[in-house]
């Protein structure tokens, strides 16, 4: 079995506004296998459709350019290269924190809703 660490960055703001839908602008993973040797790394950018200004707080804090996320795919296509990526049967996925697991669960969640709905 092999393991899938991956940390995302999200759309950001200071201060939050109320009315504020994170979005991921950036998926990076590794591929380890049970020895800790990193086989393979994945990283994508993400063109966020709902806020697709990056605010200068987020800009700042994350060092994605605005341009870097205009000349990206959205979340779906990204999503699909990523498991395309990971190739594998079986896997354990973790987050780098608990913030991340968080935004692709409801990320993942509010597409799914979309799709059926």
């Given at each position: 079995?092999?393991?899938?660490?991956?940390?995302?960055?999200?759309?950001?703001?200071?201060?939050?506004?109320?009315?504020?839908?994170?979005?991921?602008?950036?998926?990076?993973a590794?591929?380890?296998?049970?020895?800790?040797?990193?086989?393979?790394?994945?990283?994508?950018?993400?063109?966020?459709?709902?806020?697709?200004?990056?605010?200068?707080?987020?800009?700042?804090l994350?060092?994605?350019?605005?341009?870097?996320?205009?000349?990206?795919?959205?979340?779906?296509?990204?999503?699909?290269?990523?498991?395309?990526?990971?190739?594998e049967?079986?896997?354990?996925?973790?987050?780098?924190?608990?913030?991340?697991?968080?935004?692709?669960?409801?990320?993942?969640?509010?597409?799914?809703?979309?799709?059926?709905?």
């Amino acid at each position: 079995m092999n393991y899938i660490v991956f940390d995302l960055e999200a759309t950001c703001w200071n201060p939050l506004p109320r009315d504020a839908k994170q979005e991921i602008i950036e998926i990076g993973a590794v591929k380890i296998n049970h020895f800790g040797e990193i086989l393979n790394e994945f990283s994508s950018f993400v063109q966020p459709v709902i806020n697709r200004t990056l605010s200068v707080y987020c800009r700042q804090l994350t060092h994605i350019e605005q341009n870097q996320v205009d000349k990206a795919q959205i979340f779906p296509k990204v999503i699909e290269r990523w498991i395309d990526w990971i190739d594998e049967d079986s896997y354990l996925l973790l987050s780098w924190g608990s913030f991340d697991i968080k935004v692709l669960t409801k990320t993942v969640i509010t597409i799914e809703f979309q799709r059926i709905g």
